[in-house]
């Protein structure tokens, strides 16, 4: 397809700098930079007749990584009490840093890594083509973030990434033409749980009621437990209601009129020791969601009408992150004294080495339980217990009957989001994909079945499959996972440092084969748990390229059962799940006695 070239740049300018994959930003009229990968759909490279400069390279290389994680999550800590200062005068309260931390800590350390990740790209782009030229998004079309969820979202989009490419351009002292959009408009609503029809709704309500009605001060309120529904009834019974449920599911409260003079008070803020944190204060104060700012109030009131006020204990997996409207709860519950408890929810805890979803929970909560795994050096006290997600997982017979080849694969934003997931990364992660269905004998390629991930991010997943097999059948999330793996012969994965289901098929004794460049540290491995993945790479489970994985699956696909219990590769697989998805028959009660210790030992004058 060819579009009609647009020329709105500076006609002195020799290089135009395209920020984005969003066409209509781009003038054609001269040689293009494009800034990163991220500018190039893959289902568009004919969509446009253009002469390329170049692509840019990542401004770092990625053993650099470690230093990097480590200045950021440095900063993340030198500017957050600033932040506490300057908040608690914006909404005249006198919160504690881990309140503020609990709150906007998320947020904030996503925006910072990502901040940096389009500093160092536009830093880039201005050391090597002084000259260039590009459209910015005009100011009219900018957005301010509903919440943090609100906010990841946004991140996942071109139209949000080039108002903040919009915003870097003009913070450094540049002026380039703008652009008018009628895209950058991301709905509040963005992940609400929406109503099936009216009596599912009524009937919802009335559960939350009831469900609200039977919580008090005694007990450990768990809110999107990540725990089967089975597990969770189980350990209130067990419990004899002392863990009891509370709601749970995503929500938000719509846009408010920006405050611009509260906004300005908290960019005066005295932080910055170099250009990129002084920027970096500046848009903090122009870019913090609504909830923070000027949804503040509202959100409390919120909170204390419809939360329990100072509970025992409140213990969650999934709800640190994204909930501003938990986070609140909690935060000020851990005011109170209330106990915070953190459930683990992913594979990936206490085995990838750079991982900010596991630092940010280990640094809140008071107490966290993992499926095996300790470590120290963190706020958190680690109890490993038996993983209640993981309990109810049956080990699924081996039957040699079955053929599919089941591969599941993942994907993230093609715009950084955090360290160490870079563009490059997922570059690399869809090359090992593609020389990993190359070297399939063709005999085994008709039996193979990919699950993607449930979203795309335009990646164009589905289409770089069918370029590689036509025939290569795709998988949907509306058939269950748990179906998929029971009718496979082998599960694949190419994601092991990323993943929960490779660790759900090693606990059911699914034969499984993983593979992954060792080379990227997005895949580094924690110290104290490397020498487990080794045992795995001596089992011939784990591989550390696509090659060596399609070879060894071709020599065992028609003898999976001897290879796969064959009684040393059983113990390693099983060494393996006592340290990353432990599980016992007496489950329940070592939680009941967890929890009973939790409760008798609460701070608060109830």
């Given at each position: 397809?060819?579009?009609?070239?647009?020329?709105?740049?500076?006609?002195?300018?020799?290089?135009?700098?395209?920020?984005?994959?969003?066409?209509?930003?781009?003038?054609?009229?001269?040689?293009?930079?494009?800034?990163?990968?991220w500018?190039k759909?893959?289902?568009?490279?004919l969509?446009?007749?253009?002469?390329?400069?170049e692509?840019?390279?990542?401004?770092?290389?990625?053993?650099e990584t470690?230093?990097?994680?480590?200045?950021?999550?440095?900063?993340?800590?030198r500017?957050?009490p600033?932040?506490?200062l300057?908040l608690n005068?914006?909404?005249?309260v006198?919160?504690?840093?881990r309140?503020?931390?609990?709150?906007i800590?998320?947020?904030?350390?996503?925006?910072?890594?990502?901040?940096?990740d389009?500093y160092?790209?536009?830093?880039?782009a201005?050391?090597?083509y002084?000259d260039?030229?590009?459209?910015?998004?005009?100011?009219?079309?900018?957005?301010?973030p509903?919440?943090?969820?609100?906010?990841?979202?946004?991140?996942?989009?071109?139209?949000?990434?080039?108002?903040?490419?919009s915003?870097?351009?003009?913070?450094?002292?540049?002026t380039?033409?703008?652009?008018?959009?009628?895209?950058?408009?991301?709905p509040?609503?963005?992940?609400?749980?929406?109503?099936?029809?009216?009596l599912?709704?009524?009937?919802?309500?009335?559960?939350?009621?009831?469900?609200?009605?039977?919580?008090?001060n005694?007990?450990?309120?768990?809110?999107?437990?990540?725990?089967?529904?089975?597990a969770?009834?189980?350990l209130?019974?067990?419990?004899?209601?002392?863990?009891?449920?509370?709601?749970?599911?995503?929500s938000?409260?719509?846009?408010?009129?920006?405050?611009?003079?509260?906004?300005t008070h908290l960019?005066?803020?005295?932080f910055?020791?170099n250009?990129?944190?002084k920027?970096?204060?500046?848009l903090i104060?122009?870019?913090?969601?609504q909830?923070?700012?000027?949804g503040?109030?509202?959100?409390?009131?919120?909170v204390?009408s419809?939360?329990?006020?100072?509970?025992?204990a409140i213990?969650?997996?999934?709800?640190?992150?994204?909930?501003?409207?938990?986070?609140?709860?909690?935060?000020?519950?851990?005011?109170?004294?209330?106990?915070?408890?953190?459930?683990?929810?992913?594979?990936?805890?206490?085995?990838?080495?750079?991982?900010?979803?596991?630092?940010?929970?280990?640094?809140?909560?008071?107490?966290?339980?993992?499926?095996?795994?300790s470590?120290?050096?963190?706020?958190?006290?680690?109890?490993?217990?038996?993983?209640?997600?993981?309990?109810?997982i049956?080990?699924?017979?081996?039957?040699?009957?079955?053929v599919?080849?089941?591969?599941?694969?993942?994907?993230?934003?093609?715009?950084?989001?955090?360290y160490p997931?870079?563009?490059?990364?997922?570059?690399?992660y869809?090359?090992?994909?593609?020389?990993?269905?190359?070297?399939?004998?063709?005999?085994?390629?008709k039996?193979?079945k990919?699950?993607?991930?449930?979203e795309?991010?335009g990646?164009?997943v589905?289409?770089?499959?069918?370029?590689?097999?036509?025939?290569?059948r795709i998988?949907?999330?509306?058939?269950?996972?748990?179906?998929s793996?029971k009718?496979?012969?082998?599960l694949?994965?190419?994601?092991?440092?990323?993943?929960?289901?490779?660790?759900?098929?090693?606990k059911?004794?699914?034969?499984t084969?993983l593979?992954?460049n060792?080379?990227?540290?997005?895949?580094?491995?924690?110290?104290?748990?490397?020498?487990?993945?080794?045992k795995?790479?001596?089992?011939?489970?784990?591989f550390?390229n696509?090659?060596?994985?399609?070879?060894?699956?071709?020599m065992?696909?028609?003898?999976?059962?001897?290879?796969?219990?064959?009684?040393?590769?059983?113990a390693i697989?099983?060494?393996?799940?006592?340290?990353?998805?432990?599980?016992t028959a007496?489950?329940a009660?070592?939680?009941?006695?967890?929890?009973?210790s939790?409760?008798?030992?609460?701070f608060?004058?109830n």
């Amino acid at each position: 397809m060819q579009t009609k070239p647009i020329n709105l740049a500076g006609e002195r300018s020799k290089y135009f700098l395209a920020t984005t994959a969003l066409e209509e930003f781009w003038d054609t009229s001269k040689p293009i930079v494009f800034l990163g990968g991220w500018c190039k759909r893959y289902s568009r490279k004919l969509s446009q007749q253009y002469i390329e400069t170049e692509t840019l390279p990542l401004p770092c290389d990625d053993d650099e990584t470690a230093e990097i994680f480590n200045y950021l999550n440095g900063l993340y800590e030198r500017i957050l009490p600033e932040l506490t200062l300057g908040l608690n005068d914006i909404h005249d309260v006198s919160h504690s840093t881990r309140y503020w931390r609990m709150f906007i800590g998320p947020w904030l350390l996503h925006y910072i890594h990502a901040l940096y990740d389009r500093y160092l790209t536009i830093q880039m782009a201005i050391k090597r083509y002084p000259d260039f030229t590009t459209i910015c998004l005009d100011e009219s079309c900018f957005i301010v973030p509903t919440d943090t969820m609100h906010f990841i979202e946004g991140m996942k989009t071109d139209i949000y990434n080039i108002q903040i490419y919009s915003k870097i351009l003009c913070e450094l002292g540049n002026t380039f033409p703008t652009k008018k959009t009628k895209k950058n408009n991301l709905p509040s609503e963005i992940c609400q749980n929406n109503s099936r029809n009216a009596l599912h709704n009524l009937a919802t309500k009335f559960c939350k009621l009831l469900v609200r009605k039977m919580q008090n001060n005694k007990q450990v309120l768990v809110y999107n437990s990540y725990l089967p529904f089975s597990a969770q009834l189980e350990l209130i019974v067990k419990t004899k209601g002392r863990l009891w449920p509370c709601d749970s599911g995503y929500s938000t409260i719509k846009h408010f009129d920006i405050n611009y003079e509260a906004r300005t008070h908290l960019s005066k803020t005295n932080f910055g020791s170099n250009e990129f944190e002084k920027l970096l204060v500046n848009l903090i104060a122009s870019d913090m969601p609504q909830s923070m700012m000027e949804g503040f109030q509202t959100y409390r009131k919120n909170v204390f009408s419809n939360y329990l006020h100072k509970p025992k204990a409140i213990m969650s997996a999934t709800s640190w992150h994204y909930d501003d409207m938990f986070k609140m709860w909690a935060a000020e519950s851990a005011e109170y004294g209330s106990t915070m408890l953190g459930i683990q929810h992913g594979g990936n805890y206490g085995s990838a080495a750079y991982f900010i979803q596991e630092n940010h929970e280990l640094n809140i909560v008071d107490k966290f339980y993992s499926w095996g795994w300790s470590r120290s050096g963190c706020r958190a006290t680690i109890t490993p217990l038996p993983s209640a997600k993981l309990v109810k997982i049956k080990k699924i017979p081996l039957r040699e009957d079955k053929v599919d080849l089941l591969f599941i694969t993942s994907i993230w934003s093609r715009y950084l989001i955090q360290y160490p997931f870079t563009n490059e990364y997922w570059t690399d992660y869809f090359s090992q994909q593609a020389v990993f269905l190359k070297n399939m004998p063709d005999e085994l390629k008709k039996y193979i079945k990919v699950r993607p991930h449930r979203e795309d991010l335009g990646w164009d997943v589905i289409l770089r499959l069918k370029d590689l097999i036509p025939e290569i059948r795709i998988e949907g999330w509306n058939i269950p996972f748990w179906d998929s793996l029971k009718k496979c012969r082998i599960l694949i994965c190419d994601h092991p440092l990323n993943s929960t289901t490779f660790i759900e098929s090693l606990k059911s004794n699914k034969p499984t084969v993983l593979f992954y460049n060792p080379n990227f540290a997005a895949n580094y491995i924690r110290a104290e748990s490397v020498h487990l993945y080794d045992k795995l790479k001596e089992a011939d489970i784990l591989f550390d390229n696509p090659v060596d994985a399609a070879k060894h699956l071709d020599m065992v696909y028609d003898d999976v059962k001897n290879w796969w219990e064959e009684p040393q590769r059983q113990a390693i697989v099983n060494e393996f799940i006592e340290r990353f998805a432990k599980t016992t028959a007496g489950w329940a009660k070592e939680w009941n006695t967890e929890l009973n210790s939790v409760l008798s030992k609460s701070f608060i004058d109830n």
